[in-house]
Nanobody, 115 residues
């Protein structure tokens, strides 16, 4: 089992920045890709950014150039630096880890961007 705990959400004004962090614990050997997803009430959860254990990254078009994902395997963390935030970035952000074709999710952290 893998446990994921997110932190760093909050309220920020348009144009501001936030940094989300996700700490993995438990049986973490074999974790391949990690990523951040977000969900607005009533809408499907969507990929924001992902990173593989070889460092390959993928971003949603809506966040390219504004968000940066990184991981520190020594600390078992994955982070999401979010700059130039917009009201449409408001959502609950979830961390996900894939291990041996099984997905684990964190509990989510709220990000609210005020206009």
């Amino acid at each position: 089992q893998v446990q994921l705990v997110e932190s760093g959400g909050g309220l920020v004004q348009t144009g501001g920045s936030l940094r989300l962090s996700c700490a993995a614990s438990g049986s973490i050997v074999g974790i391949a890709a990690m990523g951040w997803y977000r969900q607005v009430s009533g809408k499907p959860r969507e990929l924001v950014a992902s990173i593989t254990n070889t460092g390959n990254t993928d971003y949603a078009d809506s966040v390219k150039g504004r968000f940066t994902i990184s991981r520190d395997d020594g600390k078992n963390t994955v982070s999401l630096q979010m700059n130039s935030l917009k009201p449409e970035d408001t959502a609950v952000y979830y961390c996900k880890a894939r291990q041996y074709f099984r997905d684990y999710w964190g509990q989510g952290t709220q990000v609210t961007v005020s206009s």
